[in-house]
Nanobody, 118 residues
Framework: QVQLVESGGGLVQPGGSLRLSCAAS????????MGWYRQAPGKQRELVAT???????NYADSVKGRFAISRDNAKNTVYLQMNSLKPEDTAVYYC????????????WGQGTQVTVSS
């Protein structure tokens, strides 16, 4: 079955950096659009960044210029490089895989905690 496994979260000081990874299995990775979403306590899950199967990227305004999404189809992995982290970036970060057929197929990882605090 499809599995998405995130890693790389942790505690970092404001202004620091982290790189999240999401390793996919059980799917033809290169055919899926991949995304990172986050959910802070008491808030709805929100889009952070997406990358299409062709490599086109999209970012939330709040992370533009600080975060970068990339994918390595040979490794079935999508990354989120997060720089200049702020306390408001604190959240559980989720990996998503999505493909549009006659219906939308969507898979989620279990999430990884990112805490930005001094």
């Amino acid at each position: 079955q499809v599995q998405l496994v995130e890693s790389g979260g942790g505690l970092v000081q404001p202004g620091g950096s982290l790189r999240l990874s999401c390793a996919a299995s059980g799917m033809i990775f290169s055919t899926y659009a991949m995304g990172w979403y986050r959910q802070a306590p008491g808030k709805q899950r929100e889009l952070v960044a997406t990358i299409t199967s062709g490599g086109r990227t999209n970012y939330a305004d709040s992370v533009k210029g600080r975060f970068a999404i990339s994918r390595d189809n040979a490794k079935n992995t999508v990354y989120l490089q997060m720089n200049s982290l702020k306390p408001e970036d604190t959240a559980v970060y989720y990996c998503n895989a999505q493909k549009q057929l006659t219906v939308t197929i969507s898979y989620w990882g279990q999430g990884t905690q990112v805490t930005v605090s001094s």
